[in-house]
């Protein structure tokens, strides 16, 4: 799998020239619910940090506003992440949500703080049978990603997420006042970019990363959860 990655990596750079760093194909997804409210979740922004430098894996910081009663608005939350949080409680049939939670490719849930479960949840994910692909190329200065996928039985829907690469900030009040934490893969926005229509590959603009920012795609099962593919650019 690495070198198969590396293989792609390559091929994108050469596809992309040299304005754009790095697009990846067919990674795992991680998605860290995550809070600047919560004194448990520094731990676990730093794993995810982490998981950042390792290109078969893609991770994203979702930020929830749950906390923000406590005294400090999280600078990054979105009502959206907290929403997609309590769609995979469903999904997995739990009773509540909590952070720092990580849900790997949309099938395995870990706490974040735990960087054992992390790893093994992420080669469980690569167990998994794939039976759809996203390619991210450049044609004529235009950012696209081509989508296919075998014939499936549940609907899927496209999603789409940019993100900073690095954030800074000092929290001054809540649980972790005073403290100065860098955030790693925050997503900005996430978007439902529509429904999967089986059989014919579809091709989707994609906006192009500014310095600093990435843009991540993926397609999931809308009865599972399970994330079918997932790729990524960043510049």
């Known amino acids: 799998m690495t070198k198969l990655l590396q293989t792609l990596t390559l091929l994108s750079a050469t596809l992309l020239g040299s304005n754009a760093a790095l697009a990846v194909d067919d990674v795992v997804l991680v998605e860290l619910f995550t809070s600047q409210g919560c004194s448990s979740c520094p731990p676990a922004d730093a794993n995810l940090g982490r998981l950042t430098q390792r290109e078969d894996v893609l991770a994203l910081s979702l930020h929830v506003d749950y906390w923000d009663y406590l005294g400090w608005r999280d600078t990054f939350a979105r009502r959206e992440h907290t929403q997609r949080q309590m769609s995979y409680r469903d999904y997995m049939g739990a009773r509540v949500i909590y952070t720092p939670q990580m ?133």
Do not use: C
């Open 103 to 235: 849900v790997v490719h949309g099938r395995f849930d870990v706490p974040g703080y735990n960087p054992d479960a992390i790893t093994e949840a992420i080669g469980n994910a690569y167990r998994l049978t794939r039976s759809a692909n996203i390619a991210i190329t450049q044609k004529t200065g235009m950012l696209k990603a081509l989508i296919s996928a075998a014939a499936m039985d549940d609907p899927a829907t496209i999603w789409m997420a940019s993100f900073a690469k690095e954030a800074q900030v000092q929290i001054e009040r809540g649980e972790n006042t005073g403290r100065t934490i860098t955030y790693h893969n925050v997503v900005e926005k996430l978007m439902r970019v529509g429904q999967w229509s089986a059989g014919e590959a579809q091709e989707i603009m994609l906006p192009q990363p500014e310095s600093g920012e990435g843009v991540a795609i993926w397609l999931q099962n809308d009865a599972t959860g399970e994330i079918l593919t997932a790729s990524y650019i960043t510049d």
